[in-house]
């Protein structure tokens, strides 16, 4: 188990390394000199000369690289120019507001597919099967921003019952504690300013999750058609337990490892779709910070964001870990990933 | 007899069910005319696509205008039909190069010697283990915003899914008998490669990019939304979105069709690489889908 997670560890801190390389290779191709861009327009040609070397720009690659590994350390991702504070210190004021979002999508993801797959499974190739593989294929085909602005068009701008943009109504206020809305105004005991910003959230949440349904959906719904067809079921079948009970008890129980594991990763893509949700909405985050600073030409901020959805890529991964060994007492032995347990019946 | 018959009708019938089914069929159908749209659409499109008449400015669906127009006027059925032919063929061109890239690093990988294999197996993993989006999103930023960038940006973050794939895909062939066979007749090894071994491994990659095709032309639809793809005035379907993305509640057709036309691509797109991938793998077409 040690080793497993000792490998996990080194993955990730390769994944880093290369994440903070390819980062670096996109400070390089910006166009233009940046030495020229920093010394002014009517620099001389050793004023140019002066600033890169002082900004270190007539070093070899390979220094400058060490260098820009250096400042990443110290957590120094450079310096918006839209917003002239430090890239680290808006990208850190920006997240919990998408942590919030990806949190409310993950909830919604959950509570359809799995109901979802594991209902089409137990009805394998009937009408409700059906049914559910046209809503994953829908999910899977659908461009996220474009629902984004047809949810708004139907329930905001027509039928009015939830607010088109923001994250709180016009007036209301909750303290700042957290960085997320709803969190905030439940900490504050404003329980009007938690349901206004739970509202503002729905839609937003909505469409982040839809198209991530699909793929849980379906992985649901494949290892649940197996855990089905299983020697374990028939058991409990036979010691005459309710049919809900061995569905959900011992089925799903052993179907959601799988699923597990996805939703972890999911996680970590859901914080990057936010680009294109955050700014449908009206909402601020880390998507929405991104987005901004492409339009404002704010390299360090966009490639700040890069880093941090690319960092907590990489935790998210290593908590899939953990939570897998939880779930799978099999892999604290085996010490590496879940091995297909051998078909022990014949194939007929 | 009269039971062989029926036994043989039914044969065939299930047969032809087998090879097309319908939903399938309608999937290609609308892939077919997507391409199509692609070839011919300006030859069809009832009006030109960037031709400004703001006193037509968004107008609802009618007889002259099927989608409406937008707030310059333009007539959304025509910049939907000419959608086609730039989405289309950038997500070709994604496709194209990634796969290249994919297929020549998962080939070294395989065939190069252990230190070769688990250098490349790492970079394939860092690339793997990044949302594509968001790469592509600082790449295209950091080449300046525009289609090309978008392009560039995602051949260059998609690779490694086919690398891997690959890399399975060639050493599963290279030990086969036939390539034994012509190992021992003297055949060069890049005859070996290009010849032998290549052709008969890549049939599954090959499947598993027509699945992606949706996924690919949904990415760069959203970095042409976001503004570091296509740019505004161009009738590439996200950044049509984008453009009208203002005028949402009072005219909600020119933000509505375009987006409608990138689901239903990708939506048949999907379902024809799904159904390719269950024809060609047998032992996915047993279970049912």
């Known amino acids: ?348 | 007899m009269s039971a062989t018959t029926t036994g043989i009708a039914t044969g065939v019938a299930a047969r032809i069910r087998h090879r097309v089914p319908f939903v399938e069929g309608a999937a290609l159908a609308v892939a077919v005319v997507v391409v199509a749209m692609a070839a011919v659409g300006p030859l069809v499109a009832p009006h030109d696509p960037y031709a400004v008449n703001l006193t037509d400015a968004l107008l609802p669906p009618s007889a002259e205008h099927w989608f409406g127009t937008d707030a310059n006027g333009r007539d959304v059925l025509s910049r939907v039909l000419h959608g086609a032919r730039v989405t289309l063929p950038a997500t070709l061109v994604v496709i194209a190069a990634s796969t290249v890239i994919g297929v020549l690093i998962g080939t070294v990988a395989a065939l190069g010697g252990k230190v070769v294999d688990e250098v490349l197996m790492r970079i394939t993993d860092i690339g793997l283990s990044l949302p594509a989006i968001i790469l592509a999103l600082g790449l295209s930023a950091a080449l300046g915003p525009g289609l090309s960038s978008a392009v560039i940006a995602l051949s260059v973050t998609w690779w490694p899914g086919y690398a891997r794939l690959a890399r399975t895909l060639v050493r599963e062939v290279k030990d086969a008998e036939y390539v034994d066979a012509a190992r021992v007749l003297g055949v060069p090894q890049g005859r070996l490669i290009f010849r032998h071994i290549l052709p008969n491994a890549l049939n599954t990659l090959y499947v598993q990019t027509t699945v992606d095709v949706g996924a690919v032309m949904l990415v760069i639809s959203g970095l042409s939304f976001i503004g570091v793809g296509a740019q505004v005035p161009s009738a590439e379907w996200g950044a049509m979105i984008a453009g009208e993305a203002n005028n949402l509640t009072n005219a909600w057709w020119a933000v509505a069709f375009p987006g409608l036309a990138l689901l239903l691509t990708a939506l048949a797109f999907n379902l024809v690489g799904d159904w390719l991938r269950v024809r060609n793998d047998p032992t996915i077409r047993r279970e049912a889908r």
Do not use: C
């Not at chain 1, 250096?70 to 839209?82: A, E, N, P």
């Not at chain 1, 594991?118 to 099967?129: L, M, S, V």
């Not at chain 1, 349904?213 to 309710?242: N, P």
């Not at chain 1, 704010?298 to 990489?314: E, K, N, P, S």
């Open chain 1, 1 to 348: 188990m040690a080793r497993l997670l000792l490998r996990r560890l080194v993955t990730s801190v390769v994944v880093l390394l290369g994440l903070a390389v390819v980062t670096f290779l996109m400070t390089q191709v910006l166009p233009g000199d940046p030495a020229r861009a920093a010394a002014g327009r009517n620099a001389t040609a050793e004023q140019v000369a002066a600033v890169a070397a002082r900004l270190g720009l007539d070093r070899p690659l390979w220094d400058q690289f060490l260098a820009y590994m250096g400042r990443l350390l110290q957590g120094d991702l450079g310096t918006s120019v839209f917003t002239q504070r430090p890239v680290l210190e808006d990208v850190a004021a920006m997240l919990p507001s998408s942590v919030e979002l990806v949190l409310a999508a993950m909830v919604i993801n959950i509570a359809v597919a799995v109901p979802l797959g594991t209902y089409a499974a137990w009805r394998n190739g009937r009408a409700a099967d059906a049914a559910a593989r046209l809503i994953t294929l829908l999910g899977a085909a659908m461009p996220v921003f474009w629902l984004g602005l047809m949810l708004q068009l139907l329930f905001a701008a027509q039928l009015r019952v939830l607010p088109l943009t923001g994250q709180l109504s016009f007036g209301k206020q909750v303290p700042a504690i957290t960085g997320m809305t709803s969190v905030d105004a439940l900490l504050g005991g404003d329980l009007a300013a938690f349901g206004d910003a739970v509202a503002h959230l729905v839609l937003p949440a909505i469409t982040l999750a839809a198209s991530f349904v699909a793929v849980v959906a379906r992985t649901v719904r494949s290892s649940m058609l197996t855990a089905l067809s299983s020697d374990y079921i028939q058991l409990a079948r036979a010691t005459g337990a309710s049919e809900l009970r061995v569905v959900v008890l011992h089925g799903l129980r052993n179907a959601l490892v799988p699923a597990s594991t996805i939703l972890g990763m999911q996680l970590g893509w859901m914080l990057g779709s936010t680009v294109l949700v955050e700014s449908v909405f009206g909402r601020t985050g880390i998507g929405a910070y991104a987005v901004t600073a492409v339009l404002q030409n704010d390299l360090y901020a966009v490639i700040g964001t890069v880093l941090v959805i690319g960092v907590v890529f990489v935790l998210a991964n290593i908590a899939v870990d953990l939570v897998q060994l939880w779930l799978n007492p099999r892999l604290r032995h085996t010490g590496g990933r879940a091995r297909r347990t051998a078909r022990t019946e014949v194939p007929a």
